[in-house]
């Protein structure tokens, strides 16, 4: 039985706002706040600050890793501001680089967390398959010069479907108390130059995503069979899997909270 999560509640007198984010990771250390790197997370309180004229902290519903970009990104801080909350994406986006931007703002219940409240996430890793690498997408997408098998790709990914203990799909460093975890869609979309894969689940390890990016991709290069998934899955051994995809394909798409009606 997992231990109960304990969700601080918003403050009396405050009330809990939540945002919807989006950013190019390209420049950032990731999502989370760190000393010595500048973070998507440390922009986003900046922004907050000089809007509230007090030090807001946010909580991020996932903690991206450098270089991975967000369309979807939920966070949610207390303030006793009365500015408006549909006016919030309005007037921090003035406050905020160009590269990240606050897409829309609501009131959630005090007791509600961005982070542990989550009921599904979706991913987007991208793949350019051409010779030359895109010049204008170059930081958005993966570059794979190498010609590859879709239809055994698209075989490959009925193996992650269902829930499973993904142990081996997890990077040193992670530090899951489980490692079971449910994939509702695993899905591979065109059919010329430009890949997009597709990953909904209820939760996800540490460099999950990417792991199965770089797996996929090395099946589609034929150097790791159709069953590589399904082994992995089995024998819970990292080894089975392909190289961790760059950073710079992945994207957080959405997230989705049975609470709010979010989900679909």
């Not at 000089?50 to 991020?60: C, D, S």
């Not at 905020?96 to 829309?104: E, F, T, Y």
């Not at 007791?111 to 690498?133: E, M, Q, S, W």
């Not at 899951?176 to 130059?193: F, H, P, S, W, Y």
Request: neutral net charge; aromatic residues 8%.
């Amino acid at each position: 039985m997992m231990e109960p999560i304990y969700k601080e509640p918003a403050l009396p007198g405050t009330h809990r706002v939540l945002l919807t984010i989006s950013y190019d990771g390209t420049a950032y250390a990731g999502w989370q706040r760190q000393t010595n790197a500048v973070a998507v997370q440390q922009k986003v309180e900046e922004a907050l600050t000089a809007l509230t004229g007090r030090f807001t902290a946010i909580t991020g519903s996932s903690r991206t890793d450098a270089g991975v970009h967000a369309l979807g990104q939920r966070a949610h801080f207390d303030t006793d501001s009365r500015i408006p909350v549909d006016k919030y994406p309005f007037a921090l986006n003035t406050h905020l680089p160009n590269d990240i931007r606050v897409l829309a703002g609501e009131v959630v219940p005090s007791d509600f967390h961005a982070r542990f409240d989550t009921v599904g996430k979706l991913y987007t890793y991208r793949i350019h398959n051409a010779p030359h690498a895109s010049a204008l997408y170059r930081n958005l997408c993966a570059h794979v010069p190498q010609k590859l098998d879709k239809d055994l790709m698209r075989e490959s990914l009925t193996a992650l479907l269902g829930t499973h203990d993904f142990a081996a799909f997890q990077a040193a460093g992670g530090t899951a108390k489980t490692t079971v975890r449910t994939i509702e869609q695993a899905e591979l979309k065109g059919e010329g130059e430009d890949l997009t894969l597709l990953i909904l689940g209820n939760g996800f390890l540490y460099n999950m995503v990417r792991i199965i990016a770089g797996t996929l991709l090395d099946i589609g290069m034929h150097r790791l069979s159709a069953q590589a998934f399904q082994q992995a899955i089995l024998k819970k051994n990292r080894l089975l899997l392909g190289v961790t995809a760059p950073a710079c394909g992945l994207e957080l798409t959405e997230v989705y909270y049975r609470s709010l009606a979010m989900m679909g």
